[in-house]
């Protein structure tokens, strides 16, 4: 769903990290009193920083005074009572999330991120834990709030996400003018409000999110079948990421993740969307 990381970039972390002792980051269920989870902290509703406490909060390590909250923390908190575990939030850069869970310095990724062929060769991931689709923001006042297909974005300026799947999709759409990408979704709303794009790609949780802070500027478009972009299942769901030794902590999150129901995860979200910061 979210994010397609560098692939040369793993590839090379992969190969310099095979080399060490597997049990050096290895997760011992037995023996271990907390699991550090590693999410960004900048992607409402999946996940935000907050200065204010709330019963949804955990504290960001490192950063006194400063909470994480959305719909991935519920998540973590969920799975990390399931296992009897304390619950550790690390805010670390997106493109820095792999390398900190291969080198040890967390021991999960929930970061709304999707479990991709490329990514798999590198990481394990969890069942999926939450399922979106793929959308379009734009200005209420602007010429695409009556698309209906990603064919009406012909020759429309279009961005997203560096480093994203959103990016790497803007090129399905025939005659395109796809914009470089830009670092997050404050960027992006700010470009589109200030008539820098005509559009950019999020998915639809933060699409609602977004607009809902900007509710007589912003909208969004959905597709119906056929008319949107061409993903796989693996694009529009989001997982638990593990290293690959971790198979014991891999199955044991998939038994917490399998007494949450969709319902439930649904509610999650909802309260989450109702709840993230303008």
């Known amino acids: 769903m979210k994010k397609i990381f560098s692939i040369l970039v793993v590839f090379a ?10 049990t050096e980051t290895s997760f011992d269920l037995e023996t271990e009193t907390e699991i ?4 960004e902290a900048a992607y409402a509703p999946f996940n935000w920083s907050t200065p204010t406490e709330n019963e949804f909060t955990v504290e960001i390590e490192g950063q006194t005074g400063m909470f994480a909250d959305g719909f991935d923390i ?8 399931d296992l009897g575990l304390e619950l550790v939030i690390k805010a670390i850069e997106w493109d820095g999330l792999i390398p900190a869970l291969l080198s040890g310095e967390i021991d999960m990724i929930i ?7 490329e990514r798999a060769q590198t ?6 834990y939450y399922q979106s689709e793929q959308v379009m923001v734009v200005r209420l006042d602007g010429n695409y709030s009556n698309a209906t297909a990603i064919s009406d974005f012909a020759n429309a300026r279009v961005v997203a996400q560096i480093g994203t799947l959103q990016d790497d999709l803007i ?9 470089s990408p830009l670092d997050d979704y404050a960027t992006l709303t700010t470009s589109l409000l200030n008539n ?6 999020a998915e639809l949780p933060v699409a609602q999110g977004i607009v809902a802070a900007n509710p007589d500027e912003l909208t969004f478009i959905q597709f119906g079948e056929g008319l ?9 769901t989001v997982s638990v990421g593990l290293r690959q030794e971790d198979t014991s902590l891999l199955g044991a999150v998939n038994e917490a993740l399998s007494r949450i129901s969709t319902t439930l995860r649904n509610d999650y979200m909802e309260a989450a969307l109702n709840r993230q910061p303008a």
């Open 196 to 201: 820098a794009s005509d559009a950019f790609v």
């Open 13 to 22: 972390l992969s190969v310099s990290l095979a080399s060490c002792n597997a």
């Open 111 to 117: 970061a709304g991120m999707s479990p991709t062929s």
């Open 123 to 128: 990481i394990a991931f969890s069942e999926a």
């Open 36 to 39: 550090i989870v590693g999410l």
């Open 74 to 81: 519920v998540m973590a908190r969920a799975i990390a009572s």
């Open 171 to 179: 090129d399905q759409i025939s005659q395109v003018n796809h914009l």
């Open 228 to 236: 949107g972009f061409n993903v796989s299942i693996e694009d529009v």
